[in-house]
């Protein structure tokens, strides 16, 4: 009998662990959504910021700037709506925010964008990549960049292959202007924060100096993170 009611004990007691460890996980899940929000209600206002300043300043390239500037408008009210947009999608619209960016800077600054793109991956054009997941790393390359010397340079290689998506970001540092520490700034922790939360554990954002050379690395590993979303559901 006491090893009967032990064990009636013990399932009571599982059952209890099993419930609470249930609430804990939806709370949490409750708790990244709200931390999420907020952070995406402070990054498009800082981005639109932006792109209008750099439109202000440069009256002349005005009706060029507002095609690209509308291509991404729709894409941050529509798009970014979503919890998820294709790696496509995202492409498209940070090399229109690229486009804008080139108001700033002179007609022969050296500015390289590539991209190496598998058309054939499957997940190209699947809903996987968190929308605005590029603003920060290419904001901040034109923000601190040195646009004044000869050998002045921003290099933007967008690739997808092997279903991850990566961003590299490089870019001569300018002398005037620090650059932001890597814990440092609104821009980098709101990325960092972002990609935790999404992908946990599913990505590499490498941010390093080689000389007056600043580059940032990010990997996003969307196969394991679709295997997880349809493991969790």
Excluded: C, W
């Amino acid at each position: 009998m006491i090893i009967i009611y032990l064990l009636i004990r013990l399932n009571k007691s599982e059952k209890k662990r099993k419930q609470s460890d249930d609430k804990f996980r939806q709370l949490e899940s409750k708790i990244n959504k709200l931390e999420l929000q907020t952070l995406e209600s402070r990054l498009n206002p800082h981005l639109f910021k932006n792109i209008l300043n750099s439109i202000q300043s440069h009256a002349y390239q005005t009706y060029f700037a507002l095609d690209k500037l509308a291509n991404v408008l729709d894409y941050i009210l529509y798009e970014s709506r979503n919890e998820f947009v294709t790696p496509k999608e995202e492409i498209d619209f940070a090399l229109n925010l690229i486009e804008i960016n080139k108001i700033k800077v002179s007609p022969l600054f050296d500015l390289k964008v590539k991209t190496k793109i598998n058309e054939s991956e499957p997940l190209l054009e699947q809903r996987l990549l968190a929308p605005l997941i590029s603003i920060d790393l290419i904001e901040n390359a034109f923000k601190h960049a040195d646009l004044q010397s000869s050998d002045a340079f921003i290099s933007v290689t967008f690739e997808f292959k092997e279903s991850a998506f990566s961003l590299t970001v490089a870019n001569k540092m300018s002398t005037k202007k620090p650059m932001i520490k890597e814990k440092g700034g609104f821009g980098v922790e709101t990325l960092v924060q972002r990609l935790k939360i999404i992908y946990s554990d599913n990505f590499k954002l490498d941010r390093f100096t080689e000389g007056d050379i600043y580059i940032a690395h990010l990997k996003i590993n969307l196969l394991e993170h679709k295997a997880k979303m349809l493991a969790a559901r």
